[in-house]
């Protein structure tokens, strides 16, 4: 479903801005609809961060319509990357997917799980490094689940995944063996 989600977010807010949608995770507001911390990189290399918000279309009577790709996306607030002095994740020895983004101002976002909240520090600090040429000011995060390593890949949660996969089939191995 997030695929559904990021193809239409490129082809209706993104490709008319000629910029590639990168990253994106939900997020929780207080204000109604779905709403979207977007990470995006145009042309000239340049990294905007976007609140994205959501809105449900009225569907129409026609069958033929495609349903639920009916939604309108509106940018409610932007940054450019080298605005964002700090990314603060609050606690890293607990389970929280609430972090800070240290612009000008420090605006608070809530992430819908803790695993989005890790995506997008993994994102942000790998296009910091690419684009910009600078490391990423971050603040109370797990580092070993930020730090790119010798297997990491943009795909970031999928190398997480892998590695515990890797090791829980090396248990498997080990305790099949007999012992002398």
């Known amino acids: 479903m997030s695929s559904l989600l990021k193809e239409e977010m ?5 490709r008319p801005e000629k910029r590639r949608l990168v990253e994106f995770i939900e997020i929780e507001e207080a204000k109604r609809g779905r709403h979207f911390l977007c990470v995006s990189v145009s042309k000239s290399k340049e990294v905007q961060i976007a609140v994205v918000r959501c809105q449900k279309a009225r569907h129409a009577d026609f069958k033929s319509q495609r349903i639920g790709l009916e939604d309108s996306y509106v940018k409610t607030e932007v940054w450019a990357l080298q605005e964002l002095r700090i990314l603060d994740g609050r606690d890293p020895d607990i389970d929280d997917p609430c972090f800070l983004m240290h612009f000008e101002t420090v ?14 520090a993994r994102c942000l600090v ?23 390593t010798s ?10 995944l892998m590695r515990i996969c890797f090791y829980a089939f090396n248990l498997v191995c080990l305790s099949l063996c007999p012992v002398p």
């Not at 490129?10 to 993104?14: E, H, P, Y």
């Not at 297997?151 to 997480?160: A, E, K, L, Q, T």
């Open 10 to 14: 490129q082809r209706v807010l993104f």
């Open 107 to 120: 605006r608070p976002v809530r992430a819908v799980s803790c695993a989005a909240k890790y995506s997008l």
């Open 126 to 148: 790998s296009l910091s490094d690419i684009h910009q040429h600078t490391e990423l000011h971050l603040r109370n995060f797990d580092w070993t689940y930020v730090q790119p």
């Open 151 to 160: 297997i990491y890949s943009n795909r970031g949660d999928c190398m997480v």
